[in-house]
Each structure stands twice: as C-alpha cells, then as structure tokens.
C-alpha cells in the first residue's frame, strides 16, 4: 500500500501491513451498505467505522484507505470523521475501555470521585492506557442517564449509580475478570 | 398547598410495569399494532390533519408543531420522502429516549410506521446516538420482529404501501441532535448545520429529498393521536401547550427519574418537591435548569412577573411556575427537552457554570466563528476562575463574549451554549464577584476540583 501524503503516519501500523478484516464484519459491512440508496453509499461511513473499530479496536490509516475505497470516497473524506466525531480513536486503548459521564447532573452526585476511584484502582490516568494495556479511561460528555448518576460504561455495557463504593466494586471485577 | 397532580401516563403507560418486555408478543397483547392496522386504511392527508388538529409539538426541544413541519414537506417535487426519527439524546439533563427505546421499542416503531404512512415516507432512519450500544441493538431487533409480522417493509399491513426502518448510529457527537446537522452526518459527513432559511429540511433534507426529522417521544405521540383523534388529545394538556410530557428530574432531589405529565398540570415545586420528595436533608433550594443545561438558569429566591402570551399578568416564585412551553419562556427560560435539573445550596455555581461551558466548547462543531471560539473562551474564563487565577473584569468579559455568539451562527448551538453563561452571570453576579474578589486576596493557586474537571 503507498503512502498517501494527506493522511498522518500511523505509529502502530506501517505501510506495508495489508489491511484485512473478519469474515463476519464483511458481511456486515456488506449488509449495512444495503441500507442506503446505490448513489448514497457515502452514507454507510460512520457505521462501516463502527464495525472496523469494533474488529480492531481503533482506527488506523490504512483502515481509513480501506474504507474510502470500499464507497468509492477519498481517504480524507473518512479521515475528516474519524478527527470530528468523538468516539473514534486513532490509537489503541485499553482492552476494557471505561467512559465516566462528565457533565453537570453526574457531577452533582459526583462523578469526578467515581473517576477518581476508577483511576487509582485500574492504575490509569485520564486519557491514559494501564502499564499492562487492560484498562484505559477518559471522561465522556453526558451519557444521558442524567437520573441514575452518576453513570459510565464499561466498553459497551452501561452501568448506573456507581458512587465511590460501587465503583472500587467495579474495578475489583473488573479486574478479577482479566485474570480469568 | 394543593394537591399533588397525578402522572398521565400515556407515553411511559407500559413501561416499568411488572411483567413488561420489550418483546413484539408482550406488546401485541397490550393492544400494540392495533393503531397501525387502522391507520393503513386510512387517508393520509386526513391524518396530517389530524396531527395538526392535535397541536402536537416536538419533544425535542424546540417545540415546533408537529402538523406544521409535516405540512411543509414538498410533496410536488416528486422525490421520495424521508423520515428521520432524532434519537440522538444528548441535552444534558435528558433521558426520556432511553427508557421508551430500551423499555419499549415497539411504541417507537409503531409511531414511526403510522408517521410514515401518514407523510408517504418511502423510507425511515433512527438515528440514534452512538453512545446506545445497547439501544441500537434493541431496535434492531425489534424492526426485524416488525418486518416478521409484516409491520415494517414490504406492504405493510397487507396494503400496497412499503416503507423500510433502518438504524444508523451516531459516534458521539452533540450537534447532530440538531436537525440539520443530523441529516449532514446520516449522509456521512461532518455533522456541520445547514444555513436556514430558504431550504428547511422539509423541501431539501436527506440527499436533498423532502425529509421529516422527528423526536422519540413526538413519534411516539403520534401513535396516540392516531388513536384518540386529534381533537380529544387536544383536550390534554393546555391549549397550545398539548398533550402530556416526559420530565426528567436529575440533580439533588431524593428521587430522581421520568414522570409523565399533563402538559402544565403541575409547577416546578410540585415537581420537585411532591412528586421527587424534596431537596436531601438539611438542604435548600439554590436554583433549577428546567429544560436541558442550555436553558436559562431560573434562581430560586427570586420573583418571575410579567405577561403570559395571552396576556395574563403573573407572579411567580420559582416554585409556582406551571412547566409548559409558554409559562417557562414567559419566566425567561424554556421546556427545551424535558431535562431539570435541580441545584441545592451547597452547589457552587462558578463550579456549575464550568462544568457547562467545558460541555459546550466540546461540542461546538466548529463551523461558525463566534460559537467555536467563544464557547472556548467561555470555558477558558471559567477554567480559570476556578483554577485560582480569576481577573476581577472575568464576570464582564464572560457575558461580553456570551452576547457576541447568540445570533450570530448558522444554527441555535450558538444561543444554547451561551444563554448558561448570560443566565448564570446576571442570576448569581454577587457569587462570582465575590469568588474572585476571595481567590485574589487569597492569591490561592490550589483547588480541590469539585464539578468541573478541567484539563
């Protein structure tokens, strides 16, 4: 595969890694790109996205070329999502990737000292990978549980009313979990 | 004091109840479908009507009538109609769409398919926000239950009339719950808003078609409609002010949740202090958001005069103000999207207010210049006050570069991430003046963070 000049040097795959994917994403992905009208396949970006970090854990440059030729877009085109929309990473995280709600209804019922508790317990800062890749957390804008604060999500599974107590809990199943 | 009103459940009727899944069977046998099958033999233009007749407004926020967004749709062009439903909650303080999509999937789709057939939709998207994993994976399985018993699809019904539901994920970003910018991202773009007027999206929408954008709880209402008629539902409520509503109360109350009410049946201290038991103990009122964080900040030692829209005079406390479209806005704030959010003594509002502009200078999606950068600076203002290096000039600088944003951009992010901090400096100017005036003398760099986390 060539470099291409406009897209940034990813430093975890190089150039001449082949991009390649799961049989049942591409079934996927051929399944989702159904959904949209033949001329509007640009439209099936953000979920193609979806799938490829679900399958690899983030995305990388060679990911985005895969994808803009799947549609017949540009790699900027799928570039310019990747860098505007949140929840796509360009790099790895950890392989249990915790979101802890920041915004004001948790942080009434405190979620700072849920974070708090998370990151001493997992051994990770904030927007930071723990020393044996497990966990990585960052704080995340209003998860809309705003009633049953303070909330975060534990990959993709959501978790509710998780004060300081339940969240030490948490980061003891957690990580009872990788040891299995 | 009066008597508590009573909830009206009419959207949340199922949902919570013992025994109730979100499975197809359970729903059939609480009578679901049954408002679909008679819709299909019905004549659209009629329904629209009915629509209208109801006084229906979106649940999302704004409030604009439902039967006016669907008369607009250009329907001589010729190209295919869209629907969209706007499942993309993320107004901080909201979470009325999550319950109905995990709890009750099939109110939605039934909503979804009798406003389809009644606007002709010759396909359907639920965009849903990508931080509902979970939810995205209820729907689709509850479309394909659908499409089984011929609900959704191909002649549904068994009339000649086909419209397909698909799911489409959103990754996180605020701004596509604004229409326009949904419409840009489910294309597969920056969720960048479109310039409005002249083209809403009702003439030129989705791949520039007539397109419908639609909230849960509104698609969700229409089914209702459909059911009772437009003029008895138009008994609900208020006048201009139909139908019953989803309130999410968050914040310090003893009992947080979703309660659905009569449009206007009740007042914010009802609300808070009958139906979700009052403030924790030893705790006071300090101030209330009662629409979502972009909503003006009501202080709750303060008195609300003035004219209603129908030209009442009124005097309010905060407690007294009756939670509809037109009394909040008269009390110089809005119902937005449902979402209070309640604020005892103990909150520092500085904190508050930090906490809400490092929201929005997150979210801002950057394409105008007045929003991207004064969101920022907003945030960098309040960053700083907290951080123990405020300017004694912080209070007037934050309302100067708040008054320079509203109005000036492409859609209402603009007004939503500056009306907290004009709100929150005129309400509580005393409390930030004298926080600065304290972090000066004291010359204190050090801060234990308390509700804004900053970087």
């Known amino acids: 595969m060539t470099v291409n000049p406009f897209l940034p040097m990813s ?80 790099k790895p995280v950890g392989r249990r990737h915790v979101r802890v709600c920041r915004t004001l209804s948790c942080a009434l019922v405190g979620s700072h000292k849920t974070c708090k508790v998370l990151q001493d317990k997992l051994g ?33 599974d959501f978790y509710e009313n998780i004060d300081e107590a339940k969240a030490a809990e948490l980061a003891d199943r957690l990580k009872a979990e990788t040891k299995d | 004091m009066a ?63 439902c039967g006016m967004k669907w008369k607009f749709l250009d329907r001589k062009s010729g ?99 604004e229409e326009t ?50 003029e008895e539902y138009a008994k609900i409520g208020k006048p201009g002010n139909t139908g019953t509503r989803i309130l999410c109360v968050s914040g310090h109350v003893k009992k947080p949740g979703y309660y659905e009410f009569e449009v206007g049946s009740l007042t914010l201290g009802q609300l808070i202090y009958d139906v979700c038991g009052g403030l924790p103990e030893g705790r006071t009122l300090k101030a209330v958001i009662p629409g979502g964080s972009s909503a003006k900040v009501l202080r709750a030692d303060e008195r609300y005069t003035g004219k209603t829209k129908s030209g009442e005079e009124f005097d309010w406390s905060l407690e007294d103000i009756p939670l509809d479209f037109d009394s909040l806005m008269a009390a110089g704030s809005m119902a937005g999207s449902g979402g209070v959010i309640v604020m005892d003594d103990t909150t520092d509002m500085v904190e508050a207010l930090g906490n809400i502009n490092a929201f929005y200078a997150h979210e801002s999606c950057g394409q105008c210049t007045p929003c991207r950068e004064g969101s920022l600076w907003m945030k960098k203002i ?20 708040a008054d320079q944003i509203a109005g000036r951009t492409i859609c209402a992010f603009g007004e939503a991430c500056a009306w907290p901090t004009q709100s929150f400096v005129l309400k509580f100017r005393d409390e930030f003046i004298a926080k600065a005036e304290k972090q000066i003398k004291e010359s204190s760099p050090s801060r234990e963070p308390a509700l804004a986390e900053t970087e």
């Open chain 2, 181 to 230: 910018g949904l419409i840009e991202s489910l294309e597969g773009k920056r969720a960048y808003p479109r310039i409005k007027p002249p083209f809403f999206p009702a003439v030129l929408g989705l791949y520039q078609c007539p397109t419908a954008v639609n909230n849960v709880e509104t698609l969700c209402n229409v089914k209702h409609v459909f059911d009772m008629g437009g």
């Open chain 1, 11 to 90: 430093d975890t795959q190089t150039d001449t890694e082949e991009f390649s994917l799961s049989s049942e994403t591409l079934a996927k992905i051929d399944e989702v790109i159904t959904h949209y009208p033949e001329k509007e396949k640009r439209s099936a970006t953000l979920p193609l996205l979806h799938l490829v970090q679900e399958e690899k854990g983030y995305i990388s440059q060679p990911a985005m070329e895969w994808i803009a030729d799947k549609l017949g877009l540009t790699p900027i085109n799928v570039y310019e999502l990747v860098t505007f929309y949140p929840m796509f990473r360009e």
């Open chain 2, 3 to 65: 008597t508590t009103p009573q909830e009206k459940r009419i959207i949340l009727k199922n949902i919570d109840q013992d025994g109730y899944t979100r499975d197809i069977d359970c729903y059939l046998a609480n009578g679901g479908y049954e408002v679909l099958k008679q819709t299909v033999t019905k004549d659209p233009a009629d329904l629209c009507k009915e629509i209208e007749t109801s006084g229906l407004r979106g649940r999302g926020g704004a409030g604009f009538p």
């Open chain 2, 79 to 177: 190209k295919p109609i869209y629907l969209v439903c706007n499942a993309d909650e993320s107004e901080p303080g909201t979470f009325k769409d999550r319950q109905i999509i995990h709890k009750d999937p099939h109110q939605l789709i039934e909503g979804m398919m009798c406003s389809a057939f009644a606007i002709q939709a010759a396909c359907a998207y639920i965009y849903i926000r990508g931080e509902f994993p979970e939810g995205a994976k209820i729907l689709e399985e509850a479309i394909e239950e659908a499409r089984k018993k011929n609900f959704v699809g191909k002649n549904i019904c068994g009339t000649k009339y086909s419209c397909e539901i698909y799911v489409h994920r959103g990754a996180g970003a605020y701004i596509c719950g």
């Open chain 2, 382 to 401: 309040t960053t700083r006050m907290l951080e123990g290096q405020p300017r004694l000039e912080d209070v007037d600088l934050l309302k100067s570069v």
């Open chain 1, 124 to 156: 990770c800062d904030l927007d930071g990978v723990s020393a044996d890749g497990e966990f990585s957390i960052e704080y995340a804008e209003c998860l809309a549980g705003c009633g049953t604060g303070p909330v975060l999500m534990v990959d993709d």
